[in-house]
């Protein structure tokens, strides 16, 4: 490249190499490849010459190929293959917790029954190279998912797809909604600090709680004001100010949970009249699903009917979802709950940070009114596409 710029170095994961081929298959341009990933025109050669064992690791690496950049195996490769082997096992069949040291424990176990010997330490290294070979990585166990049950959750499905085509609803006309708790003041319990700190000296955590309630049609098109709940009719940061000029239906029940009348109240004065002022301006007729779990506050009791409010052209109504279900497929529970709480968060951080003096002082002034606005904000943040 004389007279030219020189190439910045770029070194490929197994997973860029894998989608080069790919590429190449549907009739890639070379040139449109070296420009798109930095590369030369041998690394294209020498991708292709490996094909074979590129594509044979993929295929093989279930839990996803990582950073791993080359093919090159580890010292016992027979020891790697059965401890990755039975990994894969226990986590298909039964998806078993498993710790560094399991897997450190289950490699020198391995190593001995295959070698005969007990000079194998499985050391720290060893396991961060085997991880990064296979593409390992490290979650947290969250929710309640494998409690599910799974039995309930098809016949559910079919049953739901047939009323949507027997009724002729669309996405604008299924909504969802589902509650949580937020501790509104509260603050991040890590930090980075620089290499002269030796701890990080924390402060008192706030527990100050509140609940809120997004709800949303399938479509995202219609996202009603979040319901929040607080413990207090009329919070001291509301004086003087109309709580219905809030960005949020706010409403209060003395443990500020949701109950049986306060979603009742909700349903009947916000959900029905909003998703009615929404249909007409689609042209859509009035008619309506409200998707909710089996929460005992949100239930019909009594054959009481009045979550059924009936229109012209049908019902706009309450549908639940079968008992311990909905850690699976409870539309807010993937992940629109989080991020709503993410969101609200850097803004609750971002606020607190954006002041001057103390910390403390920050988080003493800021205020359940501070929180209604950063609340409506975080829920405006979330797109149609989520």
């Given amino acids: 490249m004389s007279g030219g710029k020189k190439r910045k170095h770029v070194t490929l994961t197994l997973k860029d190499k894998g989608e080069i081929l790919s590429k190449i298959d549907s009739d890639a341009k070379v040139n449109q490849l070296i420009e798109e990933y930095g590369i030369g025109r041998s690394t294209i050669y020498d991708i292709t010459k490996n094909r074979q064992k590129i594509e044979d690791f993929l295929k093989t690496a279930l839990t996803g190929p990582g950073k791993r950049q080359t093919l090159r195996e580890g010292e016992n490769v027979e020891v790697e293959e059965a401890v990755y082997t039975w990994f894969l096992q226990e986590r298909n069949r039964r998806n078993a917790p498993l710790s560094a040291a399991i897997l450190q424990e289950k490699a020198r176990y391995f190593y001995q029954k295959i070698t005969g010997k007990s000079d194998f330490r499985a050391s720290e290294g060893w396991f961060c190279r085997f991880k990064e070979r296979h593409g390992i990585r490290l979650k947290k166990i969250s929710g309640e998912k494998l409690s599910a049950d799974e039995a ?3 016949p559910f499905k079919n049953m739901f797809s047939e009323m949507v085509a027997t009724e002729g609803l669309t996405p604008d006309q299924i909504y969802n909604a589902d509650e949580s708790g937020l501790i509104w003041k509260g603050l991040p319990d890590q930090t980075y600090v620089h290499h002269n700190e030796r701890d990080a000296p924390g402060r ?72 009615k002022t929404f249909l007409r301006s ?41 008992p311990n279900t909905t850690s699976v497929f409870q539309p807010m ?52 596409i989520t």
């Fill in 152 to 154: 309930a959750i098809e």
């Fill in 333 to 384: 529970d993937q992940h629109v709950i989080k991020a709503v709480k993410t969101h609200y968060k850097k803004r609750l951080l971002f606020e607190i940070l954006s002041k001057p003096g103390s910390i403390e002082s920050s988080v003493k002034e800021y205020n359940i009114k501070n929180a209604m606005y950063n609340l409506a904000y975080a829920w405006n943040q979330i797109q149609s």
């Fill in 204 to 275: 008192k955590l706030s527990k100050e709680r509140i609940t809120f309630m997004p709800c949303s049609n399938a479509s995202g098109t219609h996202k009603l004001d979040v319901l929040v709940i607080g413990k207090s009719e009329n919070p001291r940061a509301f004086a003087k100010m109309d709580k219905n000029r809030l960005p949020v239906i706010y409403k209060h029940q003395k443990k500020a949970w949701v109950t049986r009348e306060v979603f009742l109240d909700w349903y009947l004065k916000n959900f029905v009249p909003s998703v």
């Fill in 282 to 322: 689609r042209n859509l007729p009035l008619v309506a699903r409200l998707i909710l779990d089996n929460c005992p506050a949100h239930h019909v009791m009594n054959n009481d009917k009045s979550f059924q409010v009936k229109t012209r052209d049908g019902f706009i109504d309450v549908m639940f979802l079968p």
